[in-house]
C-alpha cells in the first residue's frame, strides 16, 4: 500500500519536472533514532542512477567516504572531509559502502544501492570490516535483500 502510494507520488511528480533527479538527505549523527550511536539516518539508501545523496554532517565530528572496493566497477570513490557536507551522484548501478573514518569500528557505515540490480552486490558482501562495521553491514545487506526479493 505504501510502495503504491509512493509510485504514484514519484510518478506525478516526474510528470511535472521529467529531468529532475532526486536528492536524499543522509545525516551524520552521535545517537540515531532508535539509540545507537554513532549513525548514518538513513543508513540504507535505495535511489535511482543520476540521484544524489547529501552527506549532512548533524552532529560532530563525522565525515563519509566509500569503503574501498564496495562499489561498482568502473565508479569513482569519493571522500568527505572531516565535518564535510557532501553531494554525491550515483550514475552507476550498484552498491556502494559508505563509512565514517573515526567511527567505522563502532558501525557508523551506510549503504547506497542504485538501481534495480546490483552487478557488484557479492563482491561488496565479501569485503571484510572492522569491529562493529561488519555487523551493520550484515543488516543492512540483509535489509536490502529482503526488499528486492519480491
Ligand atoms: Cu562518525
Given amino acids: 500500500m505504501l510502495k503504491r502510494a509512493l509510485f504514484g507520488a514519484v510518478l506525478s511528480a516526474a510528470v511535472a519536472v521529467p529531468a529532475l533527479a532526486d536528492e536524499v538527505e543522509v ?30 554532517p548533524t552532529d560532530k565530528p563525522h565525515n563519509a567516504q566509500v569503503v574501498p572496493k564496495m562499489l561498482p566497477e568502473g565508479a569513482e570513490a569519493f571522500e568527505g572531509g572531516m565535518n564535510e557536507e557532501i553531494t554525491v551522484t550515483f550514475d ?28 557488484n552486490l557479492e563482491d561488496a558482501k565479501a569485503v571484510r570490516h572492522m569491529g562493529r562495521g561488519k555487523q551493520r553491514f550484515e543488516a543492512l545487506f540483509e535489509e536490502l535483500e529482503a526488499g528486492t526479493s519480491s
Fill in 27 to 56: 545525516k551524520m549523527l552521535n545517537k540515531g533514532a532508535n539509540g545507537d550511536a554513532m549513525v548514518f539516518e538513513p543508513a540504507l539508501i535505495k535511489i535511482k542512477p543520476g540521484d544524489s545523496v547529501r552527506f549532512v
Fill in 92 to 119: 552507476q548501478e550498484g552498491v556502494y559502502g559508505v563509512k565514517c573514518l573515526p567511527h567505522y569500528g563502532m558501525g557508523m557505515v551506510a549503504l547506497v544501492a542504485v538501481g534495480e540490480s546490483y552487478p
